[in-house]
């Protein structure tokens, strides 16, 4: 079986860390491995507008932001194809099919969207389309016969969701779909990483937000004023790391050689968490840290992106590219589907015989 990747963002905003780590830094590790036989990375603009459907112009101006985050973070045009949800419209056709398979209780328990219906206010009245987006996350992954998602943890019941339809689709019709297989971090502080309010999990439409694409002293500031322990008055009280998000932080981007750099009197992450726990390290000691460590991941995304900027028609050249390819294989997937269902009337020759020798008696 081939190995495809598919995965992607909703273009209500610029990409910042919590992407990056829950789900991007994986992409362009997986595109690097030379593993894969195709990767789709899809801007989903079509999702994004089913809660944004009064403010498109705000979906239209994010999508070369998101274009532009991930080629910066290293997703390759030659590797990986890019490319927009909306010019696929066989996704809009695979989806109307699936929601024939899934019932409106099904979704209704789904806690991603629970949650996202609260955080929006939706709850007396919660358009259809948004109701209805993991059917359309479905077949964004089905039809490009995706076998691997890295996605971060709030993506698990859309993965679910799609998992089930495959299986549905399968009974009934016979094998046609692909099931995927969700690749969620490693790393814990990865799977949902909090905005630096250390509050709900970072997320655009929350302004919660660290962008990749932040200039330097903005990421300090943004540091500085990050939440810790309230309770950590005095460099000498001890401190506590449960939900204190500069270690969360710490957690998700440290690597050991930044210790060497920026703090050589101690080891290892673990070794800081220590004396900050017994009392005597400071907040401000362990902010300075990360900023340092967060400027150092920072910077060359940031001055790859300022390069890209130069040509910004070529960036849309390579979606307009990545869409078609994207559209061509979606095709042959809606294809298929069709068969299965037997939608197929006008090449069934047999059926066409069939009926007319049905009213010839
Ligand atoms: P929106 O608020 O518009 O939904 P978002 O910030 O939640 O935006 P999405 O485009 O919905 O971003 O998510 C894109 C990908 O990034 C998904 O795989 C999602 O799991 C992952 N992701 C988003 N936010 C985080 C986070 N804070 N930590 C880890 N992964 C995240
Ligand atoms: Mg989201």
Redesign the pocket.
């Known amino acids: 079986m081939k190995k495809v990747m598919l995965?992607?963002?909703?273009p209500?905003?610029r990409l910042?860390v919590?992407?990056y780590?829950?789900?991007l830094r994986r992409r362009v590790e997986l595109q690097n491995t030379g593993d894969f036989d195709d990767i789709f990375i899809m801007i989903?603009d079509a999702q994004?507008l089913t809660d944004n459907a009064d403010n498109p112009e705000k979906v239209r101006q994010n999508i070369i932001e998101v274009a532009l985050d991930y080629m910066a973070c290293g997703l390759d045009p030659e590797k990986s194809t890019l490319f927009i949800q909306s010019q696929v419209p066989e996704l809009t056709e695979l989806s109307f099919y699936y929601m024939n398979l899934v019932t409106v209780s099904r979704l209704q328990r789904n806690p991603t969207v629970k949650n996202?219906i609260k955080m929006r206010n939706f709850e007396a009245s919660i358009p259809v389309g948004f109701f209805t987006y993991p059917i359309s996350q479905a077949a964004d992954i089905t039809a490009f016969k995706a076998t691997v998602v890295p996605?971060?943890?709030?993506?698990l019941p859309m993965l679910e969701q799609t998992k089930e339809i495959v299986h549905k689709f399968n009974s009934v019709y016979g094998d046609t779909l692909i099931d995927p297989k969700i690749l969620l971090?490693e790393n814990e502080a990865?799977?949902?990483?909090?905005g630096i309010d250390g509050k709900a999990?970072?997320?655009?439409?929350?302004g919660n937000c660290i962008y990749l694409s932040e200039e330097s002293e903005d990421i300090k500031k943004k540091v500085f004023s990050m939440f810790t322990d309230p309770n950590h008055i005095r460099v000498e009280d001890p401190g506590s790391l449960e939900g204190n998000t500069v270690f969360t932080y710490l957690d998700a981007f440290c690597k050991p050689e930044y210790f060497a750099e920026f703090l050589p009197e101690y080891q290892n992450l673990d070794e800081l968490k220590a004396h900050y726990q017994r009392g005597g390290l400071g907040d401000m000691k362990v902010k300075r840290f990360l900023n340092n460590v967060l400027q150092a991941e920072l910077e060359p995304i940031r001055n790859r992106r300022k390069e890209l900027q130069k040509d910004i028609p070529a960036i849309y050249e390579i979606l307009k590219k990545g869409s078609e390819k994207a559209e061509a294989v979606a095709a042959q997937t809606l294809k298929e589907v069709k068969d299965a269902m037997k939608i197929n009337y006008f090449d069934d020759k047999a059926l066409i015989e069939a009926q007319a020798e049905r009213f010839s008696k």
Do not use: F, I, N, W
Not at 151 to 155: K, P
Not at 190 to 194: A, I, S
């Open positions: 995965t992607g963002d909703r209500t905003g910042h919590g992407h780590v829950g789900s989903a994004a996202e996605v971060g943890e709030d993506q971090p990865c799977l949902r990483l909090p999990k970072m997320s655009k439409s929350l």
